[in-house]
């Protein structure tokens, strides 16, 4: 198996955690029509909940976030280390892009 580019991962992070935000948010929203709650509300409430979860799939699981961790603070590696944070925080725009972008279709909690 071929190791990815880091650019790549760093891409693919952020893209995967605003898929699973916008997406799994989304689809509870129809699930909230077709049982008789109200959509836009769900939404919103459903992408606050999954926001954790959205990171953690886009960083791939948090086992090899820790084994890289580990291998940048014992066996001093630290470009894996810098890299696997830097993976970290695209994960975690990606998330807070997808909680804006459905803050904005919702309208749920803003302010004039």
Do not use: C
């Not at 799994?24 to 008789?36: C, K, Q």
């Not at 976030?65 to 066996?75: D, H, L, M, N």
């Not at 725009?93 to 997808?98: E, F, I, K, R």
């Amino acid at each position: 198996m071929q190791e990815q580019p880091f650019i790549t991962l760093f891409f693919q992070s952020y893209f995967i955690a605003l898929g699973v935000l916008i997406g799994g948010s989304i689809i509870g929203g129809f699930s909230a029509f077709l049982t008789g709650k109200p959509p836009l509300t769900e939404i919103y409430r459903l992408s606050n909940m999954i926001h954790i979860w959205a990171i953690v799939t886009a960083i791939g699981g948090t086992f090899d976030a820790v084994s890289t961790f580990e291998r940048g603070i014992y066996e001093g590696q630290t470009k894996d280390l810098f890299k696997q944070m830097l993976i970290i925080l695209s994960a975690l725009g990606g998330a807070q892009t997808g909680s804006l972008i459905i803050q904005w279709l919702t309208q749920e909690h803003t302010t004039l």
